[in-house]
């Protein structure tokens, strides 16, 4: 679906991995919920293509590099 979603919840589901790039097509997005996941890396510059994205929420992942914390992603959405 391209671009019709405005929120994607799918925190505490045993996700893992990295963001999938096939998130930046839902250009509506404006809540990402992943948090709770077994997630990792860095977060992908795409996100701040997102520009209806207001609220995301990533914590309690395996998060790396320097977007991550104690308990997984933070800080800001990218601006591109």
């Not at 510059?45 to 308990?71: C, F, P, V």
């Amino acid at each position: 679906v391209r671009g019709t979603s405005s929120i994607l919840c799918a925190a505490n589901n045993w996700l893992n991995g990295t963001l999938p790039d096939s998130l930046r097509r839902l250009t509506r997005l404006k809540q990402l919920a992943l948090g709770a996941n077994f997630m990792s890396g860095r977060l992908p510059d795409w996100l701040g293509d997102l520009r209806e994205l207001r609220e995301l929420r990533l914590g309690a992942n395996l998060g790396t590099g320097s977007a991550a914390g104690h308990r997984g992603f933070y800080g800001t959405i990218p601006k591109s």
